[in-house]
C-alpha cells in the first residue's frame, strides 16, 4: 500500500531554511587571507597554467573528475510530463543529492530551455570542458534516442540517459537470476512487453544483448501490438515490431516466459498470469501501481517470479541500484563514454551480487533474519553498502578492457578500498533504521500530544508506516491544535486518560502500578490518581501491552519523565543504571556517544556497565563497536583518580567480556588519529578500524560533546537512547525538532522489535525447559 504524502510537507521540505536541497560546500580552507591568495587571484594562476600546457591536468586541479551535469529539458518529468525546464529543476536536484548519498559524486543540474534536439546537444556539448560525465534526465521520446546518440559520438566523456538505461541494466540482472533460478535459457523465451518508451526500447535492446532472439518478443504501446503491418510506427519502433496475428496483450500472454511492463497500473489480469508459461517471470514496473498488483500476481501463479518498482515488495526494480556506480566506475578510469561493455558488466555485477551472502546490516534493514538468493530476491537490495565496490569496479574494468578508459586502475583491492571509505560502509545507518522500522511498525504513546511538534511527528510516523501513533492528552485540544495547523491526524488514536471513559482503566492501571509500588512510598489512592499524569497512563500501557513504545520528554525536564518510567516499567534484568546514548552520523559513518543524559558521575564499576550496555546496542544495529573511553588523560599520562577511574572501568569491561574491542583511558583527538597512535601506542586495540563508540568519564563531558556536535559541526542526530530499560521508552531532548522526534520513534520501533524477539525468545525457551 503506497504511503501518502503531505502536499504542505513536500513544499515546506524544499522551501524552508536555504531553498532546494543542495549547496555548493569549499573543500579547502578559505579561513585567511593566505588560504584565499591560494584558491584565487594570485595563486590560482598556477594551476591555470598547468592545465594549459597540459588540459588533462584539468583531473588533477579541479573538481571535473568527480562532477556529473544532471541535464534536462523538462518534457518528460516523473509521471507529470512535459512540465518545462524551471519545474523539473526540483527532480534534477534530487537525482543530485541521490549522485552524492550512494557514490560521492558531485552535481550541477542543468534546466535547458529548449526542445529542439540540435540546440540541445549543441549545449551540453559547449558544457564539455565542466564535467567528468553528463547524466541526462526526462527528456522525451523520440527525441531523447538522437539526443543521446549524438553526445556519445560528440563528446569524450561519459554520457547516459538514465530513463532508458537505468532500468534496462536492473531489469537485466533480475532477468538473468530469473531464468538461472527457473532453468531457462535466454535465447529461449518468449518475452511480451507492454509499454514501447524510451525504457522499454533500451530494455529489448539490453536483453538482445544478453542473447535473448528478436523473434522472441512482442511488443505493445497505447494503440495496441507493434506490428509490420501499422503505419504509424517510428523507424525506431519499426525494428522491434513483429510479423505475428496476435492483437491483444490477453493474446499474446499465453505460453510467454517473461512479462515486461513498463505502461500503467492494472491492465494486466489475473487469467493473463495463469496463461502464461511455467515458473513465468513477471516484472511489472508502472509506478505507482504496477500492471499487476504483487499480491494478486502470487495468487494466481505461485510459481511466479515477481518484480516492481516498489520498495514494498520483493526484488524492486530501483535505478539507484546501477547510475550512481556506473557513473562512479567510468569517470574514475576517465571513460570517453559508457558502452554496451560497461553496461553489461553492471548487470553481470548486481546479478552476482545478489547471489553472495548478504550482509548483517541489509538483513537488519529489511527485518528478515537471512535474505538469500531465490525468487524473492533476484537483485541487490538498494541498501546494500557493497553496491558501490561491486559494480564500480566491474564497470571500470569493462571501460579498459573495452578500450575507453584514460586512466587506468592498477591496483583494485586499493580501488576497493578507497571507494568504501567515500561514504563509509556503515554510513546507510539512519536509513537502515527506518526501512527496518516500515518493515514491523509498533504502537507508539505520544504522551505530549497537545504539542503542534509531537502532533506533526505523529502524522508523518503515521504516514510513512513506521509507527502506529496513539495520542495521549485532551482530546478536544488536540483536534483543535491539530486543525490550525492542518496536521492530519484522521484515524489515528486519541486517549485522554483525564476523561470519564478512562475511568476504569485509570483504576485498573492504578491497581497494577499499586502492586508495583506499595512498599515503594505509594499508598493505593496516590497509585490510581497518578495514573491521570500521561507519562504515567502512557508507561503503563507500555507496561501492559497496550503499546509497544513510549516517547515523551519534549516539554519537561529530563528527571520528570524518566522517574515514572523507571517506576512503572523498571530496568532490564541485571542492570543496575540506565544510561543515555546518542547516535551521531558523521561523514565517516555512525558514532555512538554515552552517556549523554543521566548518570552525573558514574563509578568505574558503574561506567564498566554503561560500556557494555552501549556495545550490545551498538551491536543490535549489526555493527561491530569499537570503543574509546576517554579522558584527559592518555593510558596512564595523567595519575589523577579521574582517569585512573576510567582505566579501571576498561579493565572490568574486558574481565566481563574479553572479545570486546574497547580501550583507554585515551583523549578523544588520539582516538581517532592512527598515526599518531602508531608511534607512540602501538599496543592499542584501536589501531585496526575505525573507533565508532564513545564512552565519556561523567555527564557534563558526554552532553557538552554531543551537544558541539549536533549545533555546532551540524551533524544529525538520533537520541537520547536510553538504555538499560525493560520495554522501550525514550525521553526527548527539550525542543527537539519534528525530525529529531520522528527518528526517535524510528529508535523506539526498532527497539521494540528487538525487546518483542527477545522476550519470545525467553518465553519459548522457558516453555522448553518445563516441558523436560
Known amino acids: 500500500m503506497a504511503k501518502k504524502l503531505n502536499k504542505q510537507d ?78 523539473s529543476k526540483p527532480v534534477m536536484e534530487g537525482k543530485g543529492v541521490l549522485f552524492k548519498i550512494f557514490a560521492d559524486i558531485d552535481v550541477f543540474d542543468i534546466e535547458l530551455n529548449t526542445k ?44 547516459m540517459h538514465d530513463d532508458q538505461h537505468g532500468t534496462a541494466i536492473i531489469s537485466s540482472a533480475a532477468l538473468l537470476n530469473g531464468l538461472e533460478l527457473v532453468k531457462k535459457k535466454v535465447d529461449k523465451v518468449k518475452i511480451v512487453v507492454n509499454g514501447a518508451g524510451a525504457a522499454a526500447m533500451a530494455c529489448v535492446r539490453l536483453y538482445l544483448a544478453l542473447g535473448a532472439k528478436l523473434e522472441n518478443f512482442i511488443l ?99 535505478n539507484v541500484l546501477g547510475f550512481p556506480y556506473i557513473f562512479r566506475g567510468a569517470m574514475d578510469v576517465r571513460a570517453t563514454q559508457i558502452n554496451e561493455a560497461m553496461k553489461l558488466a553492471a548487470v553481470r555485477a548486481l546479478a552476482e551480487l545478489a547471489k553472495s551472502p548478504v550482509p548483517d546490516i541489509v538483513n537488519l534493514a529489511y527485518n528478515e533474519k537471512n535474505i538469500f538468493f531465490g525468487p524473492k530476491y533476484i537483485i541487490p537490495k538498494p541498501l546494500d553498502p557493497r553496491l558501490l565496490s561491486t559494480v564500480a569496479p566491474a564497470v571500470a574494468k569493462a571501460a579498459m578492457d573495452s578500450g575507453v578508459a584514460q586512466h587506468p586502475i592498477k591496483d583494485w583491492e586499493a580501488y576497493k578500498v578507497e571507494l568504501n571509505g567515500r561514504l563509509g560502509l556503515d554510513n546507510q545507518l539512519f536509513r537502515v533504521i527506518g526501512t527496518k522500522a516500515r518493515r514491523d511498525p509498533r504502537k507508539v504513546v505520544f504522551a505530549e500530544a497537545d504539542n503542534i511538534k509531537v502532533l506533526k511527528a505523529a502524522q508523518v510516523v503515521n504516514d510513512e508506516g513506521i509507527a502506529i501513533p496513539i495520542l495521549l492528552g485532551n482530546e478536544t485540544r488536540i483536534r483543535n491544535l491539530a486543525a490550525e495547523h492542518a496536521i492530519d491526524i484522521e484515524g489515528i488514536e486519541l486517549i485522554d486518560p483525564k476523561s470519564d471513559e478512562m475511568q476504569e482503566k485509570r483504576h485498573k492501571f492504578g491497581e497494577l502500578f499499586f502492586e508495583k509500588r506499595k512498599r515503594k512510598g505509594f499508598n493505593l489512592y496516590e497509585a490510581k490518581k497518578v495514573m491521570r499524569e500521561r507519562n504515567y497512563f502512557g508507561c503503563m500501557m507500555v507496561e501492559t501491552g497496550e503499546a509497544d513504545a513510549l516517547i515523551s520528554g519534549l516539554t519537561r525536564k529530563y528527571p520528570d519523565t524518566i522517574r515514572p518510567a523507571l517506576q512503572v516499567i523498571g530496568m532490564e534484568d541485571g542492570v543496575k543504571k540506565v544510561a543515555g546514548m546518542y547516535i551521531i552520523q558523521t561523514k565517516r559513518g555512525p558514532l555512538f556517544l554515552a552517556d549523554t543524559t543521566v548518570n552525573f558521575n558514574p563509578t568505574a564499576e558503574e561506567l564498566a556497565e554503561i560500556t557494555l550496555m552501549v556495545a550490545k546496542e551498538v551491536q543490535h544495529f549489526n555493527i561491530t563497536p569499537r570503543i574509546a573511553m576517554l579522558s584527559y588523560s592518555n593510558f596512564g599520562s595523567s595519575p589523577t583518580p579521574e582517569a585512573q577511574l576510567v582505566a579501571k572501568a576498561r579493565d572490568i569491561v574486558k574481565q566481563k567480556n574479553p572479545s570486546l574491542i574497547v580501550d583507554g583511558e585515551i583523549q578523544a583527538a588520539m582516538a581517532f588519529n592512527k598515526e599518531i597512535l602508531k608511534d607512540n601506542y602501538p599496543f592499542t586495540e584501536l589501531m585496526d578500524g575505525e573507533v565508532n563508540t564513545l564512552i565519556f568519564p561523567n555527564l557534563t563531558a558526554g552532553n557538552v560533546a554531543y551537544n558541539l556536535l549536533q549545533e555546532v559541526a551540524g551533524f544529525d542526530a538520533i537520541g537520547p537512547v536510553l538504555l538499560g530499560m525493560k520495554k522501550p521508552v525514550h525521553i526527548l531532548q527539550l525542543g527537539s525538532t519534528v525530525r529529531q522526534i520522528v527518528n526517535m520513534v524510528n529508535i523506539a520501533v526498532v527497539d521494540a522489535q528487538e525487546k518483542c524477539c527477545r522476550d519470545k525468545k525467553a518465553e519459548e525457551k522457558s516453555k522448553g525447559k518445563k516441558k523436560k
Open 10 to 87: 513536500a513544499l515546506d521540505y524544499h522551501a524552508k531554511g536555504r531553498p532546494g536541497k543542495i549547496e555548493v560546500v569549499p573543500t579547502k580552507d578559505t579561513k585567511s587571507q593566505w588560504d584565499l591568495s591560494l584558491a584565487y587571484s594570485p595563486g590560482v594562476a598556477e594551476p591555470c597554467k598547468e592545465i594549459y600546457n597540459d588540459p588533462e591536468n584539468v583531473y588533477k586541479y579541479t573538481a571535473k573528475g568527480n562532477l556529473v551535469g544532471v541535464i534536462s529539458n523538462g518534457t518528460a518529468v516523473l509521471g507529470l510530463g512535459d512540465i518545462g525546464p524551471e519545474a
Open 116 to 159: 529542439d534536439p540540435d540546440s540541445f546537444v549543441a549545449a551540453v556539448k559547449a558544457l564539455e570542458p565542466t564535467f567528468g560525465g553528463i547524466n541526462l534526465e526526462d527528456i522525451k521520446s523520440p527525441e531523447c534516442f538522437e539526443i543521446e546518440e549524438r553526445l556519445r559520438k560528440e563528446l569524450k566523456i561519459p554520457v
Open 220 to 318: 505493445f504501446d497505447k494503440d495496441g501490438v507493434l506490428n509490420t503491418e501499422r503505419k504509424d510506427l517510428t523507424p525506431m519502433h519499426m525494428q522491434f515490431a513483429t510479423k505475428s496475428k496476435v492483437k491483444t496483450l490477453a493474446e499474446a500472454m499465453k505460453g510467454a516466459d517473461v512479462f515486461l511492463g513498463l505502461s500503467v497500473g492494472n491492465v494486466v489480469t489475473q487469467e493473463m498470469i495463469k496463461s502464461m508459461a511455467k515458473n513465468p517471470i513477471v516484472m511489472a514496473m508502472a509506478n505507482p501501481d504496477p500492471e499487476i498488483a504483487y499480491d494478486t500476481a502470487v495468487a494466481a501463479r505461485p510459481d511466479v517470479i515477481m518484480a516492481t518498482g516498489r520498495s514494498d515488495y520483493p526484488n524492486q526494480v530501483n
